[in-house]
């Protein structure tokens, strides 16, 4: 394999950060005579975390007691950074990012998951390549370290290939998409909304997606625990407020849509058809994930797949400590 840039740069990154950071305290305040607790939740432009701007848009949070300071991040492993520097007090994150961090010593909490990815993570290629055995020697793009590099691991490694058998080219999504989309890479493995620009180059197509391996990408809201051990209110706030959201807009689904697709820099038909890729959990499905079982619904199941992957291919050095990470007692605690 050759890489532009180190596949475990955002994991190293982190690391270090997370020293720099060590004695920040998460940015929101006290609730006192009634006031909201503040906070700062990242997101970025994935659509199981589009609603949020929503909520923000619609008074949401505010209606569950808290104040919440929505940041976008177009680069989405800039809001991995920012969660470990304390400039974000939770964020919208894969389970394998998650994983990653919490290697390399990050302390997390997943408290809410967002969705399943059932499609809109996609590998791309030319019109002249049909298969992923035929990326072999070729360059794809990827952003190293985060879920499309790890479906582009698996689909590598269920064509019988490996990382070795291509060429990968280090890029954010965004110009990952856009090097795609000039010719100058043969591949790229990327989410939605990047993978519209990305099909924009006549005759390309998916030759695999996230539909082909249910589970490998669950998306969840995570937060550090200071803000659940300091006010825990807030994230109790946060968690009603997306069922709350999600309620609002099965009931204003075109005002939604306007809003979603706005934030995430697309138009509305594209944002539409994104719709089957990312399935939206409901609370049960929620609780359902949180539950211990033995199959890819499950969080400690798909938890312990990912971790075997991303240490046998060195993107950590050793496995995630899990104690802890799993927090289900918010969501339990939505109203009915």
């Known amino acids: 394999m050759i890489i532009r840039r180190h596949p ?9 950060v997370m020293m720099a950071g060590a004695g920040l305290v998460a940015g929101c305040g006290a609730a006192e005579g009634g006031t909201p607790t503040k906070l700062t939740l990242g997101f970025s432009a994935w659509p199981g ?14 209606k569950h007691g808290v104040d919440v300071e929505l940041k976008f991040y177009g680069n989405y492993t800039s809001s991995l950074l920012a969660l470990e520097t304390g400039a974000l007090d939770a964020n919208s994150q894969t389970l394998n990012d998650t994983l990653i ?12 998951v967002n969705d399943n990815s059932t499609g809109n993570d996609k590998i791309i290629a030319h019109e002249g390549i049909r298969s992923i055995a035929e990326l072999k020697g070729r360059k794809v793009s990827v952003e190293p370290g985060t879920a499309d590099h790890y479906l582009l691991l698996l689909a590598l490694r269920q064509a019988g290939l490996g990382p070795k058998d291509v060429v990968m080219e280090a890029h954010s999504a965004e110009a990952g998409a856009n090097a795609f989309h000039s010719g100058t890479v043969d591949a790229v493995s990327v989410s939605t909304p990047f993978t519209t620009k990305a099909l924009q180059r006549p005759g390309s197509h998916a030759v695999a997606t996230s539909a ?25 706030g946060l968690v009603n407020a997306w069922f709350d959201t999600m309620r609002w807009i099965r009931e204003n689904r075109d005002e939604a849509n306007q809003i979603m697709a706005t934030v995430g820099n697309v138009d509305v038909e594209a944002l539409k058809t994104y719709a089957a890729g990312t399935t939206i959990f409901t609370q049960r499905q929620v609780l359902d994930a949180f539950t211990p079982g033995t199959n890819p619904k499950h969080l400690n199941y798909q938890a312990a797949q990912i971790a075997d992957f991303i240490l046998g291919i060195g993107m950590i050095q050793s496995r995630p400590n899990m104690a802890g990470l799993l927090d289900d007692s918010f969501v339990k605690a939505v109203p009915g």
């Open 49 to 62: 975390w589009l609603p949020w701007q929503v909520a923000k848009e619609k008074g949401l949070f505010a």
């Open 101 to 112: 961090a919490v290697a390399n010593g990050a302390k997390q909490k997943i408290v809410l």
């Open 212 to 236: 082909e391996f249910p589970g490998a990408i669950p998306n969840h809201l995570v937060v550090r625990p200071q803000l659940v051990t300091e006010h825990p209110e807030a994230v109790q």
């Open 8 to 16: 475990r740069l955002p994991s190293i990154v982190l690391s270090l």
